[in-house]
């Protein structure tokens, strides 16, 4: 991509991060999870356990996820890698992560009190080296205010973490997309 040059003032907004927040009714999740410890902070987890999501409830939930990343995107597909359970109850909490081999990831908040997740800005180590810079050039962090029941949908690359807290539980998981062709792509190959 390249930027046209003009003598008239403009504005680009360029390399934005769009991260997706929406309504889920937690009733039509089913899943079942053996709880375990994951990660380095040992955090209740189903994430090395089994976990199974019934079948309707894989549905619903990528109608969900689906409808709100046509926000941004027209024709594509996606489908569920994998899903998980976490439970902070104890000053449990999240080291930063990313989570690899998808493109996009997901949060459910199933209970919250105040949000703990904290999602950085994937520039944030270079925007810090900035002298000067901070926050006033570019958000190096966002908190979201998320109520029980609502979903976060957001690329997999962006780095996250979970402040210490006893009273939160998630539904995580991450998704395959794949832009498919549109109606506008085969019409002008018809040409």
């Given at each position: 991509m390249s930027l046209r040059i003009s003598s008239d003032p403009?504005?680009?907004e360029i390399f934005p991060v769009?991260?997706?927040i929406g309504n889920i009714d937690l009733k039509k999740i089913k899943l079942t999870s053996e709880m375990g410890k994951a990660f380095l902070s040992e955090t209740p987890s189903s994430f090395y356990t089994k976990n199974t999501l019934d079948p309707e409830s894989d549905k619903y939930l990528m109608m969900v996820i689906a409808g709100l990343l046509k926000e941004k995107y027209q024709y594509f597909s996606i489908n569920l890698?994998?899903?998980w359970k976490n439970r902070y109850t104890?000053?449990?909490f999240q080291e930063p992560h990313i989570h690899t081999d998808s493109s996009f990831s997901f949060i459910i908040y199933e209970k919250v009190g105040i949000c703990h997740t904290i999602f950085y800005n994937p520039a944030k180590y270079l925007i810090e080296a900035t002298p000067g810079a901070g926050d006033s050039i570019a958000m190096q962090h966002f908190k979201p205010q998320v109520r029980k029941?609502?979903?976060i949908v957001f690329p997999s690359y962006i780095e996250h973490m979970v402040n210490k807290n006893s009273d939160q539980?998630?539904?995580s998981g991450?998704?395959?997309f794949k832009f498919i062709e549109g109606p506008v792509k085969k019409k002008e190959e018809e040409k």
């Open positions: 403009m504005r680009y769009s991260l997706f890698k994998n899903i104890n000053n449990d029941g609502q979903i539980a998630t539904i991450n998704l395959n």
